[in-house]
């Protein structure tokens, strides 16, 4: 059992940048696909950004170029830093790991049902 726990939500201006954290606070997520997803109430979830166990990342369209994905194996955490906000970039953020097939265009394709954090609001004005 792996528990995941977001953190580095806030309010920004349009422009601004943000840097969320997902640490594994019980369990490792080494050999996992790791993963991005937001959502707004009311509208399905969107994949943002996945890294795998090979480090190989993906992004969604409407990200790419402005938010990059990257783990830190030593402190057991997954990043995402989000530059050049846009107000559509407001969600509730959620990280997710699990083993996977592959990740494509920001969301991993994963075996089983992943691990979830508690999620870390972004709201960009």
């Known amino acids: 059992h792996v528990q995941l726990v977001e953190s580095g939500g806030g309010s920004v201006q349009d422009g601004g940048s943000l840097r969320l954290s997902c640490a594994a606070r019980t369990g490792t997520f080494r050999s996992a696909c790791m993963g991005w997803i937001r959502q707004v109430s009311g509208k399905e979830r969107e994949g943002v950004a996945s890294?795998?166990?090979?480090?190989?990342?993906t992004y969604a369209d409407s990200v790419k170029g402005r938010f990059i994905i990257s783990t830190d194996n030593a402190k057991n955490t997954l990043y995402l830093q989000m530059n050049s906000l846009k107000p559509e970039d407001t969600a509730m953020y959620y990280c997710?790991?699990?083993?996977?097939?592959?990740?494509?265009?920001?969301?991993?394709?994963?075996?089983?049902?992943?691990?979830w954090g508690q999620g870390t609001q972004v709201t960009v004005s």
């Open positions: 890294i795998d166990s090979d480090g190989e990342t």
């Open positions: 997710a790991a699990e083993g996977c097939d592959y990740c494509s265009g920001g969301y991993c394709y994963w075996n089983s049902a992943p691990f």
